[in-house]
Nanobody, 119 residues
Framework: QVQLVESGGGLVQAGGALRLSCAAS????????IGWYRQAPGKQRELVAA???????NYADSVKDRFTISRDNAKNTMYLQMNSLKPEDTAVYYC?????????????WGQGTQVTVSS
């Protein structure tokens, strides 16, 4: 299993920046892709950004050129640098890790961290 702990959320004014961290523990060697999802009130959870073990990244169109995902494999930690924040970025942000074992994919989630952007 994999355990994920997020940190770094908070309240920021529009145009500001925040950096989220996700510390992974457990069977981290089985993580194939790790990323961030977010869920705003009344909306479905959506992918924000993800990064593979090979370093390939994927971003939602709404955050491209503003957010940057990175990972420090030595520390088993992933980061999401969020710049030029907008009120519509307000949501609970969840860390997600995907592993593959014997051909079966598994999803692991953190507890979430609140990001609030005021206008």
């Amino acid at each position: 299993q994999v355990q994920l702990v997020e940190s770094g959320g908070g309240l920021v004014q529009a145009g500001g920046a925040l950096r989220l961290s996700c510390a992974a523990s457990g069977r981290t060697n089985r993580i194939n892709v790790i990323g961030w999802y977010r869920q705003a009130p009344g909306k479905q959870r959506e992918l924000v950004a993800a990064i593979s073990t090979g370093g390939s990244t994927n971003y939602a169109d709404s955050v491209k050129d503003r957010f940057t995902i990175s990972r420090d494999n030595a520390k088993n930690t992933m980061y999401l640098q969020m710049n030029s924040l907008k009120p519509e970025d307000t949501a609970v942000y969840y860390c997600n890790a995907k592993t593959i074992s014997w051909g079966t994919s598994y999803d692991y989630w953190g507890q979430g961290t609140q990001v609030t952007v005021s206008s």
